[in-house]
């Protein structure tokens, strides 16, 4: 019975002593035991976006299983690329094997340290080899979901971060033609368990929601207007949502609902919802045609994007 149940478990905190003094205290770090394992092989990159935001966020790294699983954390350097893998050990959990490129500040530093500390393989691609990294290819396709939604809805270039991480969650929960999925979605092979898409499937990218403000003053109705930016993992429960208001502000809220058919065409809503677009200080994202027909010469730069494989 003691045989079967070593081969059917994991031992990854045992300590072994080859002298039985105990004139050294043990080390108290237990990562290896203190998040949940992910028997898949991740692949990591960092995306690049040259578009100035007012949250900083200037890069995003990109985790992903050659499923189609991905993750998306925007981050404002390069060097807090050990700081998300640890956001993912503890939303996600710790895979054994993670797949990376050349680049510095993942094959060095705090980033090896902590995979090294959970017990994760490091593999490192062959230098000019981006086809051996899934997530090249986990990139390029967050790229065009984003592009997709951000030209249909006509949102904001500044907001490309949130729609980045949202497109992230998307693909998690898409049933893809993968053999390897036998006809399930990538979160559900990830995780072991029915993955429920009510977070990401109740309201899509950038639409026109009404939401519970308590800081309007007394008398005025507290059902403001706004733009809903995606699920938030970190802030209230589990359908709370990321609002934009007309002023630019990011609120986080869980009284949310969509627009009616009969607000959607009343004339009064319409009035409303064009002063929002206006009196919104961003450039917008545009079909090309439309960019050259009204945007100002400085708004045509749109959001460029950039793979990095540094080796």
Sequence with gaps: MAEKTLKVTTQRGIRRLAHPSLSHRFRTQDRQLQYRRLPIECFTNTLIAKTELRSKNKYTQVFCTAEGWTRAFPM???????????????RDGVPNIMVMDGAREQVHGDFRRKNREVGTLVKQTEPHSPWMNAAEGAIRELKKGH?????????PKVLWDHCLQRQGFVRSNIAHS??????????????????????????KWYEWVMFRDTSISFLDS??????????????????TRKVIKRN???????????????????????????????????????????????LPRTCLRSVTWKGTNSC
């Design 248 to 294: 630019g502000e990011i609120v986080f809220r869980s009284t949310v609902r969509s627009l009616t058919p009969d607000k959607i065409a009343d004339p009064v809503r319409v009035k409303e919802r064009e002063e929002f677009t206006e009196k919104s200080s961003f450039p917008m994202v545009r079909s090309p045609s439309t960019q050259r027909m009204s």
């Design 76 to 90: 404002r350097t390069k060097s807090q690329a050990h700081e998300v893998l640890s956001l993912l050990h503890k």
């Design 178 to 203: 993968s053999y390897g999925l036998a006809g399930q979605i990538p979160e559900t092979m990830v995780s072991g368990e029915t993955a429920d898409i009510s977070s990401i499937a109740d309201f």
């Design 147 to 155: 592009g997709r939604d951000m030209v249909r809805e006509q949102s």
């Design 222 to 239: 507290k059902m403001v207007l706004g733009r809903d930016l995606g699920p938030t993992l970190d802030i209230g429960p589990a359908m």
